[in-house]
């Protein structure tokens, strides 16, 4: 099992770790910073630094086999790692903080627009979510003027673990239809956008709204029946 650091701090940008496994899947490391393609959220990149200097670059990073484990995907070209060997993880910072920004902006604007999400998608330079809705409900200016709001607001953003038992007893707090919290370990993690949004999420996101800066919708469109998708990009 991956000890997954940046679940408790996302802020850290690296770490010390062992390396414990050097495969055609990929390396496995006892600890990392290194956050795992999920929940609409890209795998995290960087490298990893070895005693010695030399350096192995990560160009993704995915769980597998299992939610507890991580794999690290190095470069083509990189020198292979032996295990047992003590490197420090070092993600790409600059990217990653984009991805908590968008991550929590989609969260203020899953508070503003109360409707199921139907899906999400985070990159670099925007993020979208679809929701099942009346395309007339989306409204730019209104949703742009809800979300800046909340962002000029500072919520105090944080996480806590429930138990499940506690979960099914608020089947309200899962707001989205197609990415189901992570089960089966007895308990989930809840993230709590202080006053305004409260979810399972195992995303990574900033402590504070007013972290996420200028905020606007660069479209809405239809995406089907179900799905409306609303299309957000950041200053
Ligand atoms: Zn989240």
Same mark, same amino acid.
């Given at each position: ?12 940008? /690296?770490?010390?770790?062992? =390396? ?35 350096? #192995? *670059?990560?160009?993704? *990073?995915? &769980? ?25 993880? +070092? ?31 985070? /990159? @670099?330079? &925007? ?16 949703? @742009?003027? &809800? ?9 105090? #953003? /944080?996480?806590?673990?429930? @138990?499940?038992? +506690? ?10 239809? /197609? =990415? ?12 709590? =956008?202080?006053? #305004? ?11 504070? *709204? ?12 239809? @995406? ?12």
């Amino acid at each position: 099992m991956t000890a997954q650091l940046f679940r408790d701090d996302a802020y850290l940008r /690296s770490c010390d770790a062992r =390396v414990v496994h050097v495969g055609p899947d990929g390396i496995r490391l006892d600890r990392t910073v290194f956050y795992p393609n999920g929940g609409g959220q890209p795998g995290d990149t960087g490298v990893l630094r070895r005693e010695d200097g030399s350096v #192995v *670059t990560i160009v993704n *990073t995915v &769980k597998a086999p299992v939610e507890s484990e991580v794999l690290h995907l190095a470069a083509p070209d990189a020198p292979e790692l032996a295990v047992g060997e003590m490197v420090s993880a +070092e993600i790409d910072w600059a990217r990653r903080h984009r991805h908590m920004r968008y991550h929590t902006a989609l969260h203020l604007l899953c508070a503003a627009v109360p409707a199921p999400v139907t899906g999400g998608q985070i /990159s @670099e330079d &925007k993020a979208r979510l679809d929701f099942d809705i009346d395309m007339a409900l989306l409204d730019k200016d209104a949703i @742009e003027a &809800k979300v800046n709001a909340l962002i000029d607001a500072g919520h105090p #953003v /944080s996480t806590r673990w429930v @138990e499940d038992a +506690e979960l099914d007893a608020n089947p309200g707090l899962i707001r989205t239809m /197609s =990415v189901a919290p992570p089960r089966g370990q007895g308990v989930v993690r809840l993230v709590d =956008v202080d006053g #305004v949004d409260l979810q399972p999420c195992g995303g990574t996101h900033v402590r504070n *709204t007013a972290e996420i800066g200028r905020f606007s919708v660069q479209k809405i469109r239809s @995406e089907g029946w179900q799905n409306k998708r609303v299309i957000i990009v950041l200053e």
